[in-house]
Each structure stands twice: as structure tokens, then as C-alpha cells.
């Protein structure tokens, strides 16, 4: 027979938490789900006790009390980009480590998948982390109203959001290149109805007007890499001695088209992309690129939504924004003279 307050061997349960804390097993129970109700001292001696023994609350059980479900839908345009990526897998553990669990879904770019993918995880989770979408301004402001959301670079009224815009980053970009000598540029601009795609566009124009640049522009373009393969021969019968693609993806696709044509880069073609993804560092050469603090972007997403969560009477959406810069790398270097 088992000594009071001794677990019995096996999974340790709330009734072995309650005999060594000498409280009731519905006690502890609300320790977990409803720690609110419980007394700071008598909440402290169970959570001692349950470390002590190892006791994990059922999750089920703990979300069937709180009703909720610890769950988090997760929406991306295109997980094979690298940008999205890297962004998933931090909301993935800042998540997991705040005891969430994350429902991800791709659209593949479609507005219109993302907004049923939206209309259909509403119900299920507690709450919707919305990346880069596509979606029409009603749309979004119907799904808002389903179910708490927060926007990932992507900036709405009267929604929180998590953002870094570019257009420090961007700036620099523009300035780095004029100062190079280039003095025509050729943008490429991201997928239609994106966000992050006018706000790169209008500051590369703001920032070429105020040093009196010509900008070619090409776009809207699906911002993956066989768009930088085609726009390239387009940029170079433009006469542009530099490209700034939206993304890196689009940016290393005009690598590979100018490499084919035996265009060298930067010697003939200076190239800068965006978000400075893993793949910047290891193309060749090495891209130049705006660098978004991506890791950073995820995670606060994930601590707005549970702040939100927490605080479901807040009215006023908070808003936070990151910074972004520029990372000067090998595919960016002087202009070619005109008699060479």
C-alpha cells in the first residue's frame, strides 16, 4: 500500500499532486486551468509539489476548462520560400514553448485559398497568425471578427500586427548603388495585392527620385525564382546596370539568367535582393541583400497573440515594427564605364 502523499508508480497524477500539497485534486486542477482563483500561497505549494513529482496537467482536460484549445492557425503564402520559412519555424517554438501547438497551411499564393483556409481553421483554433496575405481588405476584416488575429508583415487598420518594413533597408540599397555610380535601375516587384511588395516599391522610388535615378519596373511578379530568370533579359535590353528584386529568390534567379548569358555580376550588373535569407550567403556571388529580422518577426507575432489572447477587452490593436537594413555583400560593385 502506498504511504499518503506518495505517488503510485506509473504516470503521476493530479489526485498524488493534491495528497502531498493536502489539497483537493480540483485544486490543483485549477492551478493549471484557472490559476486566478487560486490563493498565490496555495498556488505556489502545488506547483512546488507538481515539479517535484513531474505531474503535466492533461492538455485536453486543462483546454476543455479554459475553453480554449492551445491551438494556433498559422497561414503563409508559399512555405517553400525561405522567408516564410524561417519565419514558421519561430512561431513554431516560441509557440511550443508557451505550450501552443500550430496548425500551418500554405495558400500557394491564392488569395482566395487563403481565405477559405482562414474561414475553415477560425473555428478550430484560438487564434489566427496571418502572414504577408493576400487577401481582399473585406476579407480580412471578416476573418478578424471570427477569431483574434495578428497580422504578419502586413499593416491593417484597426488590426494587430508585426511588421518590418523595408524601406530603411531599401534606402540604403538605393544610396549604396548611387554612390557606386549606377545611375539606372531596373525594379522587380513582388506578387499583386502584396503588401510588402508596395511598400519595397514605393520606397526604391522615393529613394531614386530624391538622387535622380531612372527606375525601369517589371511587375507584378510572383515572387519566386523563375520570375528573376525571365525578367532578367528584360532588365538588361532596359539598359539597367543594377536589379532590386523583392525578394531574394527573384534576386538569385537573375543571378542564374545572367550567369547563363555570361553576364558578370557585379562587373557588368550589380544585383540586390530582400530579407537576406540563408540563400543570400551562400549564392554565387554572395547577394547583397535587406536584411528583415525574420527569427524576430515570428516571435513577437506569437507573444501579440497570446498578449491579445489574455486580453481579450483591449480595444486599441498594437502595433509592432521591426527594423530592416542593408547587408553588402559581392553582387553589388561599381557600375561599368560607358568606353569599357
Given amino acids: 500500500m502506498n504511504e499518503p502523499g506518495k505517488p503510485r508508480s506509473g504516470t503521476v497524477g493530479a489526485e498524488d499532486v493534491a495528497a502531498r500539497a493536502g489539497v483537493s485534486p480540483s485544486t490543483v486542477s485549477r492551478c493549471f486551468a484557472t490559476p486566478h482563483q487560486v490563493r498565490p500561497e496555495t498556488r505556489a505549494r502545488v506547483l512546488a509539489v507538481a515539479e517535484q513529482l513531474g505531474y503535466r496537467p492533461n492538455r485536453i482536460a486543462r483546454s476543455l476548462a479554459q475553453g480554449r484549445t492551445h491551438t494556433l492557425g498559422l497561414i503563409v503564402p508559399d512555405i517553400a520560400n525561405p522567408f516564410f520559412a524561417v519565419i514558421t519555424k519561430a512561431v513554431q517554438s516560441r509557440a511550443r514553448r508557451k505550450d501552443y501547438a500550430v496548425f500551418l497551411a500554405d495558400t500557394d499564393e491564392h488569395p482566395d485559398d487563403e481565405y477559405e483556409l482562414a474561414h475553415t481553421l477560425a473555428g478550430q483554433v484560438d487564434g489566427l497568425l496571418l502572414v504577408s496575405p493576400r487577401m481582399t481588405g473585406d ?154 529580422p525574420l527569427n524576430a518577426l515570428g516571435e513577437r507575432a506569437v507573444d501579440l497573440m497570446l498578449h491579445r489572447l489574455a486580453n481579450p477587452d483591449t480595444k486599441t490593436p498594437h502595433r509592432t515594427v521591426l527594423e530592416s537594413e542593408l547587408i553588402v555583400r559581392r553582387s553589388t560593385g561599381p557600375a561599368p564605364r560607358k568606353d569599357a
Avoid at 519566386?224 to 538569385?252: E, P, R, S, Y
Fill in 139 to 292: 476579407h480580412l476584416a471578416e476573418i478578424v471578427h471570427r477569431v483574434p488575429s495578428v497580422l504578419v508583415n502586413r499593416d491593417a487598420a484597426g488590426i494587430p500586427s508585426v511588421t518590418a518594413p523595408s524601406d530603411d533597408g531599401l534606402r540604403q540599397a538605393v544610396a549604396h548603388l548611387h554612390a557606386l555610380g549606377h545611375r539606372h535601375l531596373a525594379l522587380i516587384l513582388g506578387a499583386r495585392n502584396s503588401w510588402s511588395s508596395e511598400q519595397r516599391g514605393h520606397a526604391v522610388r522615393f529613394a531614386a527620385e530624391q538622387l535622380s535615378l531612372k527606375v525601369t519596373e517589371f511587375g507584378p511578379h510572383e515572387p519566386k525564382f523563375h520570375t528573376g530568370t525571365q525578367v532578367a533579359d528584360l532588365a538588361l535590353a532596359a539598359g539597367a546596370t543594377a536589379v532590386i528584386a523583392h525578394n531574394d529568390l527573384m534576386a538569385l534567379g537573375v543571378l542564374s539568367r545572367l550567369a547563363d548569358r555570361g553576364v558578370r555580376v557585379p562587373d557588368d550588373v550589380s544585383v540586390v535582393g530582400a530579407d537576406d535569407t540563408l540563400l543570400a550567403t551562400t549564392s554565387t556571388p554572395a547577394l547583397t541583400s535587406v536584411r528583415i
